[in-house]
């Protein structure tokens, strides 16, 4: 039996945002699939505006520690993690309380604060990143992961008071390409203007999304991402958007959670690549 027959299938998730019972369907379709022979990255907002939160982040933790799981952060991670710390307050649309109230909360906290915002490797002879909604158009594929790391840094810091003044600067008043900064772009910018960047959808001539821009400076490796529901797939060369909104089903559409199994050479070369879509149970998110 060739090496290469002991390889296992790495599969690349969309943000689950608290639907367990879609993330659990999909983490069956693999076992049946492939055993133990699965490698699950996911892009992140594991957590929020889903029914349950503990039971995804259970499931993530334990392929983690397996060596089979890769996860980084989110806008909702960041976000459970800010209250988490007493930076803001359970909002109206958040239903992370789960995690919050649990009497494993402070393990939760450490869990998370230790998890990457870039994951860096190769698929067959590509190499790619994986962030939760962006990288700056001209980084490379090292710019993404040395940033990525720096800002991951500040939020692991064992002074918790200097991850609170961390995460209570605004991006907007921060540094351009300062921690902070990085930090934003990574979990939250759909759209840029020259080296400007934004969380929100361009609305006009002078914004374009992230990733057209960062395609026209052809680069060398991929991205796979998630955070733009609104956008929905996004399959393009070099690029995997995989948000399909399952939480969102309801909202005048209908969600799903996306997963993407790389194949073959160049896998973001691929023009129809392998997905697996779990359409989601029922409406969970009313706003």
Not at 197 to 217: I, T
Not at 239 to 246: A, V, W, Y
Request: glycine share 10%; aromatic share 8%; with cysteine.
């Amino acid at each position: 039996m060739s090496e290469s027959s002991h390889r296992p299938q790495h599969v690349f998730v969309g943000d689950v945002q608290g639907c367990a019972d879609e993330f659990d369907e999909l983490l069956g379709r693999l076992r049946d699939s492939f055993g133990d022979e699965f490698v699950l990255h996911s892009v992140g907002d594991l957590v929020n505006r889903g029914p349950d939160n503990l039971r995804v982040l259970e499931r993530m933790r334990e392929l983690v520690a397996a060596g089979r799981g890769h996860h980084v952060l989110g806008n909702h991670e960041i976000a459970l993690i800010s209250m988490a710390l007493g930076l803001r307050p359970l909002g109206e649309r958040d239903s992370i309380g789960d995690v919050l109230e649990s009497a494993e909360a402070p393990d939760w906290l450490e869990w998370l604060r230790g998890r990457p915002l870039v994951e860096a490797g190769e698929l067959a002879s590509q190499a790619y990143v994986m962030v939760h909604a962006s990288v700056a158009p001209n980084w490379s594929a090292q710019d993404c992961l040395e940033r990525g790391n720096r800002a991951g840094a500040r939020l692991a810091g064992a002074d918790l008071d200097e991850v609170r003044a961390f995460l209570s600067q605004s991006p907007a008043e921060a540094r351009a390409d300062s921690a902070r900064d990085v930090l934003g772009r990574l979990i939250s910018c759909r759209s840029v203007r020259g080296e400007a960047w934004s969380s929100k959808e361009p609305a006009d001539s002078d914004h374009q999304p992230w990733h057209r821009v960062w395609q026209r400076e052809e680069h060398d490796y991929g991205v796979v991402y998630g955070h733009w529901a609104r956008q929905g797939l996004h399959l393009a060369p070099g690029l995997r958007g995989l948000d399909t909104g399952c939480v969102h089903h309801g909202r005048g559409r209908d969600g799903c959670l996306t997963a993407w199994l790389p194949a073959g050479a160049r896998p973001f070369d691929t023009p129809e690549p392998t997905l697996w879509q779990i359409p989601a149970r029922r409406r969970y998110y009313p706003y």
